[in-house]
Structure formats: structure tokens, C-alpha cells
């Protein structure tokens, strides 16, 4: 899932710590919500769901279906501002590449999301149909699976859940180190060539011209 350049929520700003807007970007998220809501119900039904997320992403028209349910926790074929303010911050944690650390910080949130039968239990069928919203690859969805249920059925309670979060959210912030370091390194190299290029060249004018 992309956020589309040019759209409103691109141009909002996600802490990278908290994965929360500034108060001025709630502000300007409520008005842009008001906006859209053209029956003044402060709801969003489906119809008006399906063109934000369009306008917005890359989704298919299946996945808005299936992220609008999600949000619909009440089945009342309509969602408030406070769900549509959590789903722009999901969608900007893609933007940013924060997407454990979202699930990290909103873990309570994400379960209650994923746990579409309010069983308070995640089973691997709901994951795999949910991932592409939080971005987890097939492989993490099997180690998930695998490290971190306890219980016979292979479902995961919130307390398995949040173990993952912060096991994910570790493993991202590490891959991130590494990649610092080896732009430091791949920097270094770049600038030693570059010293080596005027080494030499200096040392080019530097010799003398043969006589005729």
C-alpha cells in the first residue's frame, strides 16, 4: 500500500516516536474530514470511504471493501472521526516506513482491529488478510505463528500480540542501524575516492614536462 504524492495526508507530518499527528495536523485532518462528510452526520458511510481511499492510496477496490469493514467495528455502515484519524495514521506509517513501530506504540488499537470477531484472540486467517495494511511479509506472518501463540488453537491474545510488537519493532530499529552504518561506510568510500582522484591528479600536474 502507497500513499499517493500529492494528496492531502501526504503532506501531513507523523511523529516518529509517538506515531501521532501534531495538534495543527488534527486540526487540519478534522476540516478535510468535514469536507468529505456531505450529509453533515460527522460519519463517513461507504461510498465516501471508498473515494477518500482512492484519492489517497493504491488500494484495490476489494481492499478499501475489507479495510471499511475493519474500521466499521459496530456494523453500522459508518465510521466517526476517531477511526478515520487512526487509519490516516496507519496510512502515514507506510509513508514513513514506521509501520512496526506504529503497531508497537498502538498495539491495543491494531488488535482490536485484527480482531475482526471481538474474541479477543487473532487467528492467522485474519492476519494474512489484513497484512497488506500493516505491511507484514508472509515470512514474518509464519515466524509470528510460530514464536509467539501459546494457546492450542494457534490464536494469538493481546498479550502474545504486544510481545511481537516490541520484538518487530526491535528487529526494524536494528535493520535500520545497520543500513545507517552502511550509508556511513558507502559515504566514507566515496569520499576517500574522491581524495585518491585529487591525489593523484595533483601529483599529474605536479611532474615536470619533458624537454624537447
Not at 501531513?12 to 487540519?28: G, M
Not at 485532518?29 to 481511499?53: C, G, I, P, S
Not at 487473532?122 to 505463528?145: P, T
Request: some cysteine; glycine content about 2%; charged content about 30%.
Amino acid at each position: 500500500m502507497k500513499v499517493k504524492e500529492g494528496s492531502f495526508v501526504w503532506y501531513l507530518y507523523l511523529d516518529k516516536i509517538y506515531c501521532l499527528l501534531s495538534v495543527r495536523n488534527v486540526k487540519a485532518l478534522l476540516e478535510y474530514f468535514r469536507l468529505l462528510d456531505v450529509h453533515h452526520k460527522n460519519t463517513l458511510n461507504d461510498v465516501l470511504f471508498y473515494h477518500f481511499l482512492s484519492y489517497v492510496t493504491n488500494l484495490k477496490s476489494r481492499q478499501i471493501r475489507m479495510v471499511f469493514d475493519m474500521f466499521d467495528c459496530n456494523a453500522v455502515g459508518e465510521i466517526g472521526f476517531e477511526e478515520f484519524y487512526l487509519l490516516v495514521c496507519i496510512l502515514l506509517s507506510h509513508q514513513n516506513h514506521l509501520e512496526e513501530q506504529f503497531m508497537y506504540c498502538h498495539s491495543r488499537h491494531v488488535f482490536r482491529l485484527l480482531d475482526i470477531n471481538g474474541e479477543q484472540r487473532i487467528g492467522k486467517v485474519n492476519f494474512h488478510l489484513y497484512r497488506f495494511l500493516f505491511n507484514i511479509r508472509n515470512e514474518r506472518l509464519k515466524e509470528f505463528f510460530q514464536d509467539f501463540h501459546s494457546s492450542e488453537d494457534r490464536r494469538l491474545n493481546y498479550n502474545e500480540f504486544k510481545i511481537y510488537t516490541i520484538f518487530a519493532n526491535e528487529k526494524s530499529k536494528e535493520k535500520q542501524r545497520e543500513r545507517m552504518k552502511e550509508d556511513k561506510r558507502n559515504r566514507f568510500r566515496s569520499q576517500l575516492k574522491k581524495v585518491m582522484c585529487q591525489i593523484a591528479v595533483s601529483r599529474f600536474l605536479r611532474r615536470p614536462f619533458p624537454q624537447k
